[in-house]
């Protein structure tokens, strides 16, 4: 698996090794457990529940007994058991564990591949739940999980497919997946949810590639995909709350050539400009990255971004923005005004990635 490196840039003297801001993190709120709510009405099964969340002992038996339900012969049993421990793993981080001890997670996968949309969305959901447990999710990969959360994401509800955008991002922490996971057909899937899901399916699509894409040949699957609409789509409109996600994905991207001449073809130039000019701090620096990034090794685009007028926002963040900001848009100004000659930036600049 090749993963790529931080790009290490030189230019005029100047060096830095990492073209991304210093903190990525809060520009995804991870996907955490599923956000449905608890049992409409107090039955049997909610007070069972209950007690099972409040009282270990009884926790085990439930859940060992839910877990044999699995394979009934019974969908409403199915549905139910399926349902209870979906919220048993939510709402107590460690029946996450006790649930895969007891043996639910294959039982759970094969009901990914139901054709109740019902039973799909828990299934797909309880695995999620299972999955914010760092020691389940090899488990839950070499079970076999990752395909029929594909499937789910292809033709499952809404629900089900954020739900399994949001699983597939938690195995794509473990780095041996995140290859797996490309390969099995979900990168298309989920910028396919990234351009036409709703705003929780944006951010969680926008999350799951920004993981899934720090391997090269995922970058590729994901330009071929047509990635870079929905990205420069979203990030031009302010009021999405996706401009500082879709730019992170961006930003991975772009090391990759066929992203920058397709970020180009798409309208991203004025977009990441306009960006600079009016975007939040954060905003601006990663904006300049993204044109550093692009302008490094070719003077056609140097030449569209000075033509955009750049300069002039460059030179006010120059002046006004962090400290890493500040480098960037000086560095990239410098770049901008050099001679419009391949040659004059061969002898300038020096990319590795």
Request: glycine content about 6%.
């Amino acid at each position: 698996m090749e993963t790529e490196d931080p790009v290490n840039y030189k230019y005029m003297g100047r060096s830095f090794n990492d073209l991304s801001i210093n903190d990525d993190s809060t520009a995804f709120s991870d996907c955490n457990s599923d956000r449905s709510g608890e049992f409409p009405s107090a039955s049997s099964q909610n007070r069972r529940l209950l007690l099972a969340c409040a009282n270990s002992e009884n926790s085990d038996e439930l859940i060992r007994q839910l877990v044999s339900d699995l394979d009934s012969c019974s969908i409403d049993e199915q549905k139910q058991a399926a349902l209870e421990l979906r919220l048993l793993a939510k709402n107590k981080p460690e029946n996450r564990i006790k649930i895969a001890k007891a043996g639910a997670i294959r039982p759970l996968i094969s009901l990914i591949s139901s054709s109740d949309p019902y039973l799909q969305e828990n299934g797909v959901t309880a695995i999620l739940n299972l999955s914010l447990c760092d020691e389940n999710k090899e488990l839950i990969a070499s079970s076999g999980a990752i395909k029929p959360l594909v499937r789910a994401l292809r033709t499952g509800t809404s629900t089900a497919k954020e739900n399994a955008a949001c699983a597939l991002l938690r195995l794509s922490q473990v780095e041996e997946n995140k290859v797996a996971i490309g390969r099995s057909g979900a990168i298309p899937l989920l910028v396919n949810l990234l351009e036409n899901g709703g705003f929780r399916g944006k951010k969680d699509a926008s999350t799951a590639l920004y993981s899934l894409c720090t391997v090269k040949e995922n970058k590729i699957r994901a330009v071929e995909a047509g990635i870079m609409r929905p990205l420069v789509e979203l990030m031009a409109d302010f009021g999405s709350n996706m401009v500082d996600k879709s730019a992170f994905v961006m930003s991975v991207l772009v090391p990759v050539p066929e992203a920058k001449t397709a970020l180009v073809e798409e309208g991203g130039i004025p977009v990441l400009v306009e960006i600079i000019e009016v975007g939040s701090q954060r905003q601006k620096e990663i904006a300049a990255a993204i044109l550093l990034q692009i302008c490094e090794d070719s003077v056609l685009f140097r030449t569209m971004v000075s033509r955009e007028g750049a300069i002039p926002p460059l030179v006010a963040l120059s002046q006004s923005g962090t400290n890493r900001a500040k480098q960037k848009a000086e560095t990239l100004i410098e770049l901008l005004r050099q001679p419009r000659s391949g040659n004059a930036a061969a002898r300038h600049s020096d990319v590795s990635v």
